[in-house]
């Protein structure tokens, strides 16, 4: 089998027919990446999260705002100070940020 040496990789004749040949199905072929990532429900820091709604302004700004977004979604101030989040608080807790995501929706 003659082997052919191609941008710094060994090929043999034959695979790089299969990747040349699109009737041919490779073996190789890669799958779409996803780039997705989930949102997890786990403990952030305010900015931390603040930031992954708004990423393109400065995380002290974006903490500001989601305080904004906080206090104008019904309940929801209520419901984390019944959790035990103070405002000097620097993180929320799980079951803070899962009051949060159900209230204003997942970052993102």
């Known amino acids: 089998m003659f082997i052919k040496i191609f941008k710094r990789k060994i090929f043999s004749?034959?695979?790089v027919y299969s990747v040349v040949n699109?009737?041919?199905?490779n073996s190789m072929e890669k799958k779409p990446e996803t780039t997705e990532k989930k949102f997890r429900i786990?403990?952030?820091g305010k900015s931390e999260l603040?930031?992954?709604y708004m990423p393109?302004?400065?995380p002290k700004s974006a903490a500001s705002e989601l305080r904004k977004w906080i206090g104008k979604s019904?309940?929801?101030t209520e419901a984390l100070s019944?959790?035990?989040?103070r405002t000097k608080d620097k993180r929320y807790t799980p079951?803070?940020?899962?009051l949060i995501v159900e209230a204003i929706g997942e970052p993102g």
């Open 56 to 58: 393109e302004i400065s």
């Open 22 to 25: 699109p009737t041919q199905k």
């Open 42 to 44: 786990k403990s952030y």
């Open 95 to 98: 079951a803070q940020v899962e």
């Open 74 to 76: 019904p309940g929801l």
């Open 13 to 15: 004749v034959s695979s």
């Open 50 to 52: 603040a930031s992954l």
């Open 82 to 85: 019944a959790t035990g989040l």
